[in-house]
């Protein structure tokens, strides 16, 4: 799998801040920022505005990159750095622990020792998903089809023997990462070896297919649990039947096309709400 790789922290032994001025904490905290910066090797990244905080120099990231790529999922967020690697991280203003993150004494005096950090705009709604594809896409290796300016996605799906006649949905970059998000296992992982051509199936290619199938990435566990006990062989190579016990190679594959139809629950915590009867191989969940 091609790694994320992750732009360096500016600073080698020091202290790495990340705000916006379109919130109220940060505004509050600005004046400690600006005695920090008297006192420790201080770099500040700003999402929003290169003029604050006032009295500072800020690093611009406007395009969020270092945002996205350190996670910072809210302002402000301190981190201190040493040697290059970031030991420990304080989101919002908290005096006791900026104090103790920094080595500084008497921060913000006159200020409430305690206030809620704002959401970081590399996780507002309308912007994480092509975040996530501008500086994650590197990870899926699917061959990608470029369809004409004129041609209806659905309609070439179909013509391209995708769909069984009903309606798929697009699996573009943004919603298979978006897809991903539903587990913490590794795109490239194999999940089965899938008949009928006995060829490895990973999670990144059930992602696909979930997209397409319209489900939501919360069920995916679930779905790549379908999948292992669908195939004959599971990630470990071992042979199993439907019901996950060894048994004999059988060349066909577990879909409606190749036999019986099959019907996959999920009973517990983790399932989808509504499980459906599998779409196309007999992998995935329709509805919502």
Not at 132 to 137: C, S
Not at 234 to 256: K, M
Request: aromatic share 4%.
């Amino acid at each position: 799998m091609s790694e994320i790789k992750r732009p360096q922290l500016p600073v080698l032994n020091g202290i790495v801040a990340f705000v916006k001025r379109d919130c109220p904490t940060c505004e509050t905290v600005a004046p400690v920022l600006r005695e920090l910066a008297k006192q420790v090797d201080l770099r500040v990244f700003t999402q929003d505005d290169l003029a604050f905080p006032e009295g500072v120099e800020s690093i611009d990231d406007r395009e969020l990159e270092m945002s996205w790529h350190w996670d910072i999922e809210a302002v402000p967020t301190l981190i201190r750095v040493e040697g290059g690697v970031e030991r420990e991280r304080s989101l919002g203003w908290h005096r006791e622990e900026w104090q103790q993150l920094t080595g500084v004494d008497g921060l913000g005096e006159g200020l409430p020792d305690w206030r809620p950090g704002c959401g970081s705009l590399s996780v507002a709604p309308d912007r994480a998903p092509d975040l996530r594809v501008r500086f994650g896409g590197g990870v899926l290796r699917s061959r990608r089809v470029e369809l004409a300016e004129l041609e209806d996605e659905v309609e070439a799906m179909f013509e391209r023997g995708w769909s069984d006649g009903l309606p798929l949905v697009p699996p573009t970059e943004k919603r298979v990462l978006a897809m991903l998000s539903g587990t913490k296992r590794a795109p490239d992982e194999i999940v089965a070896i899938a008949p009928p051509d006995l060829v490895p199936c990973t999670v990144e290619k059930v992602a696909v297919n979930a997209v397409m199938a319209g489900c939501r990435p919360e069920y995916l566990p679930v779905v790549l649990a379908a999948v292992a006990a669908a195939c004959t062989r599971n990630e470990l190579g071992h042979e199993r039947d439907g019901a996950g016990q060894p048994r004999e190679q059988h060349h066909r594959p577990r879909t409606p096309a190749g036999g019986a139809q099959r019907r996959r629950w999920a009973p517990g915590r983790g399932r989808p709400r509504h499980p459906r009867q599998p779409r196309q191989a007999g992998l995935l969940f329709r509805g919502r």
